[in-house]
Structures are given as structure tokens and as C-alpha cells.
């Protein structure tokens, strides 16, 4: 029996038979071959032949031949065939060579003469795990495989499905291939962190890398740090001018040098744009239009045709006069110029010019940190109008793209200073070519506003401080009609920022008159109050409508903010009452300083740019900060340089003086700051004057010993104040009595800002030489001292509704629980050449007519409040033998008392509620009270039409003096009338 075939295959068999056989005949064979297959074969004459079969199975069979010649007999043999399993035969090719990186890609075979399938496993000798798959038939496969750089042996093995496996082997070489550098084309600028950025590219995958710079420029080879995305960045400092070849070089980890690669670093000096601060551009008049302009005092300027410089047009200021050409300038209330054709020409730049601001140091300063003419341009503009007006940011591109065109630099640097910065913001925002600003570094910002320019444009400022050739009535008159000085008043964001963060910092505006709404509105109401326009204030809103936005969308620009400190600067206004000489309330104005630049607040460009802030100590704004130090700092800040920011912080001190008179203050060293009235000195940065309105002021920006002189100017009273503040918190306030002043008053005293201390205030009224008054302030700290609640006071309620006949004993109450009342009064008639003050409670006699009653009181903080009531009054005359003065009499007689009351019109007044008495020197009634009577016997009678008689009788009195008093009392009538009684 055959066995079961173990798999399939083609097998072929072949064998050579022969027999023997001694007859000469002819044969026949046949065969079978034990698979169930059989053979014949007619051999003639041939003793020999060849077998041959195929078999489809592994197997052992066994073969029978018979071989049977022509007669018929035959002869038989057998022998057995094993068919055995076949092990394949495989061709992987030889060994080779390639190159890191590079795919291996060849054709692979085996042989086998067993059917399929075949199993084929590859290892690829690098550790990656084995490649397998099967064949069913086709007996060649491809190898496909990546190699890292390196030497691996290749096995291919072919196992068949009876585990027959053969396995060919070859070396495979793969090269290192050495990285391939790429480096960006760098923009690098003078002094400037330039940033070099590249690639690198490598086959390798799990290789290391190394890297190394030489910046070309002689200084020491840099390592790089490679990112795992085999990119490098490294910032890098060129110190001139030039194109510096800078070379990088790469090493993998099995010691691949990348070929060097370079990039040519063409180093040029970052361009850079100034803007100027208000007030900071020449403006002229180019046309000569002829115009005329309200000069503010009711009468008008006229142009008259002129042409040439209108700012700053020094020849035309006189302090004296009001025709000082200042007017030009002006806009109407709708926020139009009046002259339209001004432009601007140039920078205000002069040296020695009597005008805070001018920016003399500019371009020296420029030239010797590098910058030629051709690196830089200056920016004039109309200051007069909005920031953000469209031409002036059309006018910016324009000189960017020249100057970009020009240097060939693909970005420029921009400084600013003052409304420059408001500028600056505009363009930042709306610019075509703002994307191309790189740095901009802002002097002196106020992008929320600041204080000193709402005080400047309600009340006035000196235009230049010292000395003072624009008065500030002047200034006021001007400023407040500008739209570029109002966007300089505190925004609402000032407001939110202020009131809602720095609960300590004072608010810019304080209205305690009542008479304005709180908060941003009251503000806004106290600038329409001194004329300036709906327009122009609806228009600054506009501005600042992207206070809290406008830094988070101006793009990659870098926005530095450089605010000098250190310097006293205005932080609030507060508008309050205070008691006239004519009994009326007058408005005080009080300004309170806090740290700052001299003009803006420290913070003024509020919480969202507190970390772009630098604040450098001492730096002035209008002086020191657009000079060598301030713009020091700038440079460094466009080198990338920037300095640590100062964290001092300053108190303040300040003397204020009201008019009529000025004040000179001098440090230990004798240098002087302020005015006597004539000459203006400046000799010492520890101190800054200013004026506000009325108010002069010397700010004491360095803690030490002063000396104040304070100088009449005119006829009338001086009040002086002293005042410290800690942290932008009042906590000492000095407040001096009045002093009478003439234009010969001469005034000393001395401060200590160390110790908030004021001395006496030793006072020269007529100028002779010899102190008529010595004075101590009133000095309060703490709560005190920042009292901004008036004493509340309460006139007596019976002057409420009632008529007064003849007088009225007047009484009145004040409280104020935080610096306590220091003096009441009550005035009849404030204001006109009648009135009369009372101060304390008094008998005060009316004629017939209506009156102001006017009831004042004021704190120890110099605040004061007032009441006013109207009294109707109805006059009381006396006849004979009293008239209208006393009566003197003997002693025992009957005196006849007689009068008629009127009301002013000369209506008469009869009614029966008067009450008369007779008072001793104790004020004792030792006669009386008599009441109404029939005739004049029994009481107080009416005689005829409207004469009231009564006779008073003196029996029992001893000669003396006494008191007669005759009162008047019912629910809508009022009074009391007293004449003095001489008896003998």
C-alpha cells in the first residue's frame, strides 16, 4: 500500500533499466510506480530504457518493471522510490555598500522543489525587529529597508512548511552623510540683539548633534543650542557698522562635519522717528489771511495779514499786555481753528529759548550715541488738534516709508514724548506702515491723562513757568478751546483705574462746593464751566474710548513706557468755598502734588501698561527727561539695554500762595525758585513754580531746609498754605491765618520738608522793615489733613418763613468731626457796600426790605460751607422822644414810647403782638413785659392809622442805665429791637 502523501510537491523520477535476455527477439516492457500510475514501452531489439515519473506527493513507492519478449515469456523486478522533502535554495545578492539615509532596495529569490508556502524572514541587522511574510508561489520577494550610518550583516532566511529553512547572509556598509545646513537671512541693526534662526537637515534619525557660530565679527565662537525639530536660534550683539560673514557648523554624533555654511549679516543702524510733545513743533502762517479772533478780554485780534512764525512768537509776549499774538492759535467751540492754514515747520529746538520743553539736546544727543542725519528723522506736527488726526498719521507713513526707502532698513524705531506718545498710539493703531515699527519707546505718556492738563485747561498755567510771559489767564484762554490739550484731561479709564485700584491715590477732580456731579462728571462739568465746548470734550472721549485696549492691538510692536519720577506733579484739583472779604463764597482751588514728572502722574498710563514701565528717578518732563537722561535711557531701551526700573518712591511738598502776592523759595545753598512779583528765578531743580489761576506755588521735590519769602502784589489778604504728601496721600497740612497784604508786604518763613514742619510766618504789612504780625499755621496730619468734608452748619429755624420787624438776635450752630471748626459767621447782605458780619450771635437790626442772610463756617482744613436764608423785613421808627437813639429821663416819669412799622414799600403794619420790657444792667426785667392795651395807660395800643403808643412807667427805678426791648412774636412774625434808657 502507498502512504498518505505528507504535502505537494513535483517530484520527477527518471532511471536507466536494462535486462538480458539470450534470444534474439523483440520485447515489450511496462511499468507502475506505485503511486497508481503506470508505463509501457515497446523496445524492439533494445535491452534498455529509460523510466521517468513525477510525483505529486512526499512518499515511498515501489516500482515493478516487466519486460516480455516476442514469445511470450517475461521477466520482473522491483526496487523502491523515496520521494524526501527539498530544503530551498535562497539568493540574497552580495554584499554592498550605501549611503546613510538611502533605502536598500533589491530583489531576493530561492529555489524549491517542494510546493509553497513558504515562509520568508528578513533581519536587517540594525536591531529593527525582523521583517516577515509568506509566499505562496512566486518564489522571489524585494528587501526594503532604510539604514542609519554604520556596518550591519543581513540575514534572509526561506522555511518551508515542513520547517525546511536556508538562510543567505550579506555585510551592508552604510556611509555617514554629514548634516546640511540652512541659516535664515537675518535683519540686524547697530547695538541690537540680532537674532540669526536655522535648520538643519541630517538622513540620521538617531543621531546627536553639536553646533558652533563664529558671528564674523572677531568675537569668540558661540555653541548652539539645537532644537529637537534640528532648528537654532541665537541672538547676537554687533558693535559696527558692516557686513559680518557669520559661519555655523554642525557634528553629528559618528563625527559627520556639516560643509561650512555662512550668511552674510549686512549690520545697519535701526532707523528711528522722534515725535515731539505738545507745544513741541514751530508752528507758522504761511497765507496771511486776515482774521480776527476773540481775545478772550472781550475785545478781538486781528491777523492782518501776517505771515511767518506764530509758535512760539516770543517777541509778542508781554505779561502786561494782553495783545500777545497767543490768541492765534485758538479754535472755535466747535473744534475748528480759526486761522486754518497754520502748519508746522520744525522741531522746537532751540537752545536758551524762554520755553519749558525745548529739545535742544535732541539731535546732539542722537549724533553722539551714532545716528547721522540720514538715520533719523524729526516729526513736526499741528499739536493743536487731535492726536489721532487722519493727516497727521498720513504724514508719519509718508516719513517712514522715506526713511525705510532710504536706509534701506526693513524697520524703524519710533521715540515720542508728551501728546507725541498720543500720536504715537494713533499711529501704532491705524498706520499703514505701523507694522513696520519695531520699538517705541514713549517719554513722559499720559495715555489716560493727567491732572495738571485739566487744571491747565480750566483755570491756567504760566506759559513758560518761569519766567511767566503768558499769563495763565492767557494760557487758559487758549488751551481749553485745543483738542490735543483736552485729550490731555484724565479719561474715564483714569477715573475707573484710580478710584477702583489705588484707593489711596487722589481722584484728579474734587468738587466740594456740591455743585457738580460726582465722579468723571463733575470733571467734565468743571471744564464746561471754564468754556471749554461740547465738541472738544465729545471728541477727547472718542480718543480715549480704546484707553483699555489699544496695547493689545497694535501687533509685534515693543512698547516701552519711560516716566520720570521724582518730581512733584499735580494729582488733584480740589475746588472748595471759602469766606470772601465781602461775605459772598468765593471758590478756592487747592492743588494737592504727588510723584510724578513735574506735568503727569507716574501712572497716568494705567494698570494694563505696568509692565512695560520704566521709571527713571529724576527725570523732569519737561527738561531732563528729553534731555541726556531721559533719552539716555531711551537709546539703551532701543539696544535692548533697558535699564532696571527705578522703585523709589517720593513725597512731595508744596507751598501755596494765594493772591495778592508771589512766593520765593531758596534751599540751604541759597538757590532760589519762584517770583517776587517782577523777577522769575529757576536756579535750583530741588524746587519747581508754578502758577494755577490766582494760585502760585512752589513744589519742594527734594526733602531738606527751606526758606520761604512771601512777596505782596496788591491790596487785599494773602492766605499761604504748606503741604506734604507720602505715597500720593496728603498727611500734613499748614494753613496760615490771613495776613492784610499791600504791594510793599514782605513775608517770611521757614520749611522742613524732612519733618513736615512750617515755621512762623513773620509779616512785613507796609513794607517798612518791621514785622507787624507774627503768625503759627494751623497744622494738621493724618485724617485731618485730608479732610474733604465742609463743617455743616445750622442757622437758628425761626428765620424760616417769618417776617422781621426792626432786628433779630441771630444764632446758628457748626460742626465738622474731622478737623474740627475753627471759625463761624453770619454776613446780612454779603456782597453789597451794606454788608455787615457777625461773629458770634447777635442782635442785628434790618431796615425795611428783603435780605440775604448768609451763615458761613469753616474747618480747620480751610474749608468752608455756607447757608443762606432770606429774611422779609418790616422797618420799625421810632418818634419822639425816643428817635432812633436812646432816651434819657428822670427817674419816675412815664416814659411815652411811640413807632410806626412799614413795610418797604410804605405799607403800614398793625397788629397787636408786640411786647415791651425794661431790662436792668444784669439783664434783669425789672419793668414788664407790657402787653398789648386798649390806650396807652394799660399797654401797647394802636393809635390812629398805625402808631403804636405805650407808656412805660419807671417808678421804683434808681437812675442808671437800662435796656428798653420791644418784641415782636407770633407764628409768621418775628423781631426785637433794643434802645438803651438813661434814667437820672
Not at 296 to 301: A, I, R, T
Not at 440 to 449: E, K
Not at 666 to 680: E, K, L, M, P
Request: charged share 20%; hydrophobic share 35%; aromatic share 8%.
Amino acid at each position: 500500500m502507498a502512504q498518505e502523501p505528507r504535502t505537494s510537491c513535483r517530484v520527477e523520477f527518471r532511471r536507466q533499466v536494462s535486462f538480458a535476455d539470450p534470444d534474439a527477439q523483440t520485447w515489450h516492457a511496462s511499468a507502475t510506480f506505485g503511486d497508481g500510475s503506470s508505463a509501457s514501452f515497446d523496445l524492439g531489439t533494445s535491452k534498455s530504457f529509460t523510466l521517468a515519473h513525477t510525483y505529486a506527493a512526499l512518499n515511498t513507492y515501489t516500482v515493478e518493471v516487466v519486460v516480455t519478449d516476442s514469445g511470450g515469456a517475461s521477466g520482473t523486478d522491483h526496487f523502491k522510490v523515496e520521494v524526501p522533502n527539498q530544503t530551498p535554495a535562497v539568493n540574497a545578492g552580495s554584499d554592498t555598500t550605501l549611503f546613510e539615509g538611502d533605502r536598500l532596495i533589491r530583489t531576493a529569490s530561492f529555489s524549491d522543489l517542494d510546493f509553497g508556502p513558504w515562509l520568508v524572514s528578513i533581519d536587517y541587522g540594525d536591531g529593527s525587529p525582523p521583517q516577515q511574510f509568506g509566499v505562496d508561489s512566486n518564489q522571489s520577494f524585494t528587501l526594503d529597508h532604510v539604514y542609519e550610518a554604520g556596518e550591519f550583516d543581513v540575514a534572509v532566511t526561506v522555511a518551508d512548511s515542513l520547517h525546511a529553512s536556508a538562510t543567505q547572509r550579506f555585510h551592508l556598509t552604510a556611509r555617514n552623510v554629514p548634516p546640511t545646513v540652512f541659516i535664515e537671512q537675518p535683519s540686524a541693526y547697530l547695538d541690537t540683539e540680532t537674532e540669526l534662526r536655522g535648520s538643519f537637515a541630517d538622513p540620521g534619525t538617531t543621531e546627536t548633534f553639536t553646533g558652533t557660530i563664529d558671528f564674523g565679527d572677531q568675537t569668540p565662537i558661540a555653541t548652539l543650542t539645537l532644537g529637537a525639530d534640528r532648528t537654532f536660534t541665537i541672538k547676537h550683539r554687533y558693535l559696527q557698522v558692516g557686513i559680518f560673514e557669520a559661519h555655523v557648523t554642525i557634528t553629528d554624533s559618528n563625527h559627520g562635519v556639516s560643509p561650512t555654511t555662512s550668511v552674510g549679516v549686512f549690520v545697519k543702524r535701526r532707523p528711528l522717528v522722534f515725535v515731539p510733545g505738545i507745544i513741541g513743533s514751530l508752528l507758522s502762517a504761511p497765507t496771511g489771511a486776515d482774521i480776527q479772533i476773540p481775545n478772550g478780554h472781550g475785545g478781538m485780534v486781528r491777523t492782518a495779514g501776517y505771515t511767518g512764525e506764530v509758535w512760539p512768537h516770543v517777541v509778542s509776549w508781554d505779561p502786561t499786555s494782553t495783545e500777545d499774538f497767543f490768541d492765534i492759535l485758538k479754535f472755535t467751540t466747535d473744534g475748528l481753528p480759526y486761522y486754518p492754514d497754520i502748519i508746522a515747520t520744525g522741531l522746537l529746538d532751540a537752545d536758551g529759548l524762554p520755553v519749558d520743553g525745548t529739545y535742544f539736546r535732541l539731535e546732539p544727543i542722537l549724533r553722539a550715541a551714532g545716528y547721522r542725519p540720514e538715520d533719523y528723522r524729526i516729526f513736526p506736527y499741528d499739536w493743536r488738534y487731535s492726536a489721532a488726526r487722519a493727516s497727521n498719521v498720513q504724514r508719519l507713513d509718508g516719513v517712514i516709508e522715506e526713511l525705510m526707502s532710504s536706509t534701506g532698513a526693513d524697520s524703524i524705531d519710533i521715540v515720542a514724548h508728551s501728546m507725541g506718545t498720543l500720536l504715537t498710539r494713533a499711529y501704532l493703531l491705524t498706520g499703514a506702515q505701523r507694522s513696520k515699527v519695531a520699538h517705541a519707546v514713549l517719554l513722559g505718556s499720559l495715555q489716560l491723562g493727567t491732572p495738571d492738563a485739566m487744571a491747565a485747561a480750566a483755570i491756567g498755567d504760566c506759559l513758560p513757568p518761569s519766567p511767566c510771559l503768558l499769563q495763565p489767564s492767557e494760557v487758559q484762554d487758549v488751551l481749553h478751546t485745543l483738542p490735543g490739550a483736552i485729550e490731555f484731561v484724565p479719561s474715564q479709564q483714569y477715573w475707573a483705574e484710580f478710584k477702583g485700584q489705588d484707593p489711596d491715590h487722589a481722584i484728579p477732580f474734587v468738587d466740594l462746593q456740591r455743585r457738580r456731579p460726582a465722579g468723571y462728571f463733575g470733571q467734565r462739568d468743571f471744564l464746561r464751566s471754564h468754556d471749554v465746548s461740547d465738541p472738544v470734550l465729545t471728541a477727547a472721549e472718542r480718543f480715549h474710548d480704546a484707553d483699555r485696549s489699544w496695547l493689545d492691538a497694535i501687533g509685534s510692536t515693543q512698547v516701552t513706557f519711560e516716566m520720570g519720577i521724582g518730581s512733584c506733579t499735580t494729582g488733584q484739583v480740589v475746588e472748595y468755598s471759602t469766606e470772601s472779604a465781602t461775605g459772598l463764597a468765593a471758590t478756592g482751588v487747592r492743588r494737592i502734588p504727588v510723584d510724578g514728572d513735574g506735568r503727569v502722574v507716574r501712572n497716568a498710563n494705567g494698570s494694563a501698561a505696568e509692565s512695560r514701565v520704566i521709571f527713571v528717578d529724576g527725570a523732569g518732563h519737561a527738561n531732563t527727561l528729553i534731555q541726556d537722561l531721559g533719552l539716555g535711557v531711551a537709546l539703551e531701551v532701543l539696544h535692548d539695554r533697558a535699564p532696571a526700573s527705578s522703585t523709589a518712591t517720593h513725597p512731595c511738598g508744596q507751598i501755596q500762595v494765594h493772591s495778592p502776592a508771589d512766593v520765593v523759595v531758596s534751599d540751604s545753598a541759597g538757590r532760589r525758585t519762584g517770583s517776587d512779583g517782577h523777577v522769575f528765578f529757576n536756579d535750583s531743580r530741588a524746587a519747581s513754580y508754578g502758577r494755577f489761576g490766582e494760585m502760585k506755588y512752589v513744589d519742594l521735590n527734594t526733602p531738606g531746609s527751606y526758606t520761604a519769602e512771601v512777596f505782596g502784589t496788591g491790596l487785599g489778604e494773602t492766605s499761604v498754605d504748606v503741604m506734604w504728601t507720602t505715597a500720593s496721600a496728603l498727611v500734613t497740612l499748614a494753613i496760615y491765618p490771613r495776613v492784610p497784604t499791600t504791594p510793599a508786604s514782605r513775608g517770611t518763613f521757614s520749611v522742613n520738608t524732612s519733618a513736615n514742619a512750617a515755621g512762623e510766618l513773620l509779616w512785613d504789612t507796609d513794607g517798612d522793615g518791621t514785622v507787624d504780625l507774627r503768625v503759627s499755621p494751623r497744622v494738621l496730619s493724618g485724617a485731618a489733613a485730608r479732610d474733604l468734608t465742609p463743617p455743616v452748619v445750622t442757622p437758628d429755624p425761626q428765620l424760616d418763613g417769618r417776617t422781621v420787624i426792626g432786628g433779630l438776635r441771630l444764632t446758628w450752630a457748626a460742626t465738622d468731626p474731622e478737623s474740627g471748626v475753627v471759625s463761624t459767621a453770619a454776613w446780612i447782605d454779603p456782597g453789597t457796600s451794606l454788608a455787615r458780619r457777625f461773629g458770634v450771635s447777635s442782635l442785628v437790626e434790618f431796615t425795611a426790605g428783603t435780605h440775604s442772610v448768609e451763615f458761613v463756617a469753616e474747618d480747620g482744613a480751610g474749608l468752608a460751607s455756607f447757608e443762606t436764608r432770606t429774611v422779609t423785613a418790616l422797618g420799625l421808627e421810632w418818634t419822639e422822644p425816643l428817635g432812633s437813639g436812646g432816651f434819657e429821663g428822670n427817674a419816675g416819669r412815664s416814659i411815652p414810647v411811640k413807632f410806626t412799622i412799614r413795610a418797604a414799600d410804605g405799607t403800614p403794619f398793625v397788629r397787636q403782638i408786640a411786647t415791651l420790657e425794661i431790662r436792668d444792667a444784669t439783664g434783669r426785667t425789672v419793668v414788664g413785659p407790657i402787653g398789648s392795651g386798649t390806650n396807652p395807660s394799660n399797654g401797647i395800643a394802636v393809635v390812629g392809622n398805625d402808631m403804636y403808643h405805650a407808656g412805660v412807667p419807671t417808678a421804683g427805678l434808681a437812675p442808671g442805665t437800662y435796656e428798653l426791648v420791644l418784641r415782636f412774636d407770633a407764628s409768621d412774625v418775628t423781631g426785637e429791637v433794643h434802645r438803651t434808657l438813661t434814667l437820672h
